[in-house]
């Protein structure tokens, strides 16, 4: 039974490994410049046509977004350094002072042609071209081999396109806000004890750290939404989109306010040294709403990443639950925190802020709010892209228009 178990653990790491963007990508990357190779093979006259499968490995992209925003500037860009080095070499061929006149030749094409972060790739190319080229014949040949290349790279994304990387997205949002939870119940453990001003200067540390936590979400969340765009497989990109990207911010601003209230726990451990945070009864208050808390984090996450409407629903139902019952914790904290103020009220400042801080992670975590967030994010993209395409807008409110009376007329 445990090889069984081990067997199974083996298999779902291999299916990752293959699902991970880097991989996939090596493996569309090779076969479209092998696909290349073969093609230039049969009709360029060079005997190694090999600009045709490093074109066609410049061109292909993680996503068929990136492929056809990247790709044909990359193509623009190995263009221009091939026929900046067909020039050199019909002039000067190759020396020292010529390969810096090509190289600074090529950056200034790069500028000019407007390949934007692909000029260096001017230069790369120009400089591979001349290095195996001193024929004139042979060089045009290379043109032949670069459009090949563009050709095929980019018809490989189109016929073949790229995976759709939203479940990757999904994960690490998942796995952030389990991160987040992990660090809400430590927090919660030591804030009902007497906590040593070290450890609550660890927990500070971490929530710090979750800052790079986001920024990795944060790339897998891009690639998924180049993902989801003129990606013929995808229904609905916008609204994935739109719910992942929201779902995110709505993470982030919870993780700034957590590392505020560990820097509060902090202050707070540092001014009751070697007293307890709060009183026993407080402590346990604050510990239990930390722990409500941290599951409706996770439920959000939940909730953000789920598919299926079903799932969907059954997530905001737990979600509206938690919070309903973190709710109900908070008033009584408040009023516990409320009387200790009154018996002691050298650390007000910092109970209040207490207070503040896991009230804006309850509002953010609202369900209503997300829903209102939802609609403003997609009215602000609709009315951005109304602006930029003005004419097929009209165009589509249009057919909108006329859909009733094409109806009535089939029928």
């Known amino acids: 039974m ?12 291999s299916l990752k490994r293959r699902r991970d963007p880097a991989v996939v990508h090596a493996l569309r990357s090779a076969a479209a410049a092998t696909i290349a190779y ?16 490093l074109t066609a490995l410049l061109v292909v992209q993680v996503t068929l977004y990136a492929t056809l925003t990247n790709g044909i500037r990359r193509v623009n860009a190995v263009v221009a350094g091939v026929l900046v080095a067909i020039a050199f070499s019909l002039l000067v061929g190759l020396t020292w002072w010529s390969l810096a006149l090509l ?3 090529s950056l200034a094409v790069g500028h000019l042609v407007k390949v934007d972060e692909y000029v260096p790739e001017v230069a790369i190319s ?14 045009w040949a290379r043109v032949l081999e670069t459009l090949i290349g563009a050709v ?19 994960e690490s949002i998942e796995g952030l806000a389990r991160r987040v939870r992990q660090l809400m119940l430590r927090m919660g453990e030591e804030a009902a004890g007497r906590t040593p001003v070290e450890h609550a200067r660890e927990r500070l540390h971490e929530a710090r750290r979750l800052d790079h936590d986001i920024v990795e979400v944060d790339a897998a969340l ?34 700034v306010v957590l590392r505020v209230l560990a820097r509060t726990l902090a202050d707070l451990a540092k001014e ?33 990443t789920a598919h299926v409407s079903q799932s969907a629903e059954s997530a905001e139902e737990r979600l509206a639950s938690e919070l309903r019952q973190a709710a109900t914790t908070r008033d009584k904290l408040a009023q516990l925190l409320l009387e200790e103020v009154q018996r002691d009220a050298r650390q007000w400042q910092l109970h209040g802020a207490v207070l503040t801080e896991v009230n804006r992670i309850l509002d953010e975590l609202d369900t209503e709010h997300r829903s209102r967030r939802l609609f403003e994010e997609l ?3 609709s009315g951005e892209q109304r602006g930029r395409l003005p004419r097929l807008t009209k165009f589509q409110e249009r057919v909108r228009r006329n859909r009733p009376t094409l109806a009535r007329r089939s029928r």
């Open 2 to 13: 445990r090889d069984v178990r081990e067997w199974m653990a083996s298999l779902v790491r």
């Open 38 to 53: 073969v093609i230039a093979l049969r009709m360029s006259p060079e005997a190694a046509p090999l600009t045709a499968p």
């Open 103 to 105: 190289i600074l030749a």
């Open 126 to 139: 120009a400089m591979l071209v001349l290095g195996v080229t001193t024929v004139g014949d042979t060089a």
């Open 152 to 170: 095929v790279g980019l018809g490989f994304n189109l016929l073949f396109a790229p995976p759709v990387w939203v479940d990757e997205a999904g």
């Open 222 to 255: 891009r690639q998924a939404e180049d993902s989801l765009r003129l990606n013929p497989r995808v229904r609905e990109g916008l609204l994935h989109r739109v719910v992942l990207r929201t779902g995110l911010d709505t993470l982030e601003i919870c993780t």
């Open 272 to 304: 009751r040294d070697p007293e307890r945070l709060f009183a026993s009864e407080t402590g346990a208050a604050v510990e239990r709403l930390l722990s409500e808390i941290a599951d409706a984090v996770v439920s959000f996450a939940v909730l953000v």
């Open 379 to 381: 009215d602000r993209i």
